[in-house]
Structure formats: structure tokens, C-alpha cells
């Protein structure tokens, strides 16, 4: 979508158009999920920040000038969303991690922090400063967390 395009439709979901911010939405769901549900671990905690997040970006779209300000303020809104939800999980335990695939009993070994930004990394495709800027990290934490993830991994 060109900038031109994205004014058009972001006025109109300033406006009350959930069309139009659904067609906003489109273009970053899938990472938000994927973020969400690979830090959390449990469907229904992803869907729940997930769609927290999405009503909070919908009140939200007019004040935004850009795409990557959309994205932006989604990803930064979803993160803090994910932080907040794993300090509910009593003693840091993740509900849901018994069983299930390979990649997820090995997120189960990882830290909350490096869970984030491995997720961010892998499923969301971000790069080191987009998960530092989104997740309130500096670039050299992010760096730190995803060296480590690796070495965990043996994926170096």
C-alpha cells in the first residue's frame, strides 16, 4: 500500500470505518499472533492480547500518519499487552507448554524476554532494532537475548 493509499484508508478508520481498519489490521496480523502466541504459549492468552491490542489500535488509528507508525504502535501496544500477561502466570510457569511441538517445549527452556524476542525474531520476521523499538529494548539487549536463543538452540 503506498502512502497515498494509507492516508486514504486510515482516515477513514479514524473515522469509524472497520473496513478500512481491517485492511489496516491485515497487513500485521499475523505477526501479532505469532508473537503473541509463541511468548505466551497459550491460544487463548494470544488471542485475548491479541484482540485487546486491536481495540486499542482501532480508538487509536486517527492520531496515527503512517503505515509504520500503525505498525509501530500496534507492536509496542501488543508487547507491553505480553509483559503484562506473563507476570499473571503464577511463579513464571507458562500454562501450556506440556507436550506439544519441538519448538515449543524448546521456548519453554528460554527466559519471558528471550521467549519475546525470539518469537518477534522468528515468527514475526523483525529485525533486532524493530524488536528493540517494539518491545522497549535496546538494540543490544535484543542482540544479547537472540545470541542466546541461538546457543539454546544450537542453531548458530
Known sequence: MDKREYKEISALAANGDTK?????????????????????????????????????????????????????????????????RLKEYPDGELSSYNG?????????????SERLVAAMYVAGRFIPSEIAAYAGMSAGAVKKRLKSVLEQFELD
Request: hydrophobic share 40%; with cysteine.
Open 20 to 84: 478500512a481498519f481491517a485492511h489496516l489490521y491485515e497487513t500485521i496480523y499475523r505477526e501479532m499472533y505469532y508473537t503473541a502466541y509463541y511468548t505466551l504459549a497459550d491460544d487463548a492468552d494470544a488471542v485475548d492480547v491479541v484482540m485487546r491490542t486491536v481495540k486499542d489500535g482501532f480508538s487509536s488509528v486517527g492520531k496515527l500518519r503512517t503505515e509504520e507508525a500503525f505498525r509501530t504502535f500496534m507492536m509496542k501496544s501488543l508487547c507491553s499487552r505480553i509483559k503484562a
Open 100 to 112: 506439544g511441538s519441538v519448538i515449543k517445549r524448546e521456548f519453554e527452556r528460554l527466559s519471558d
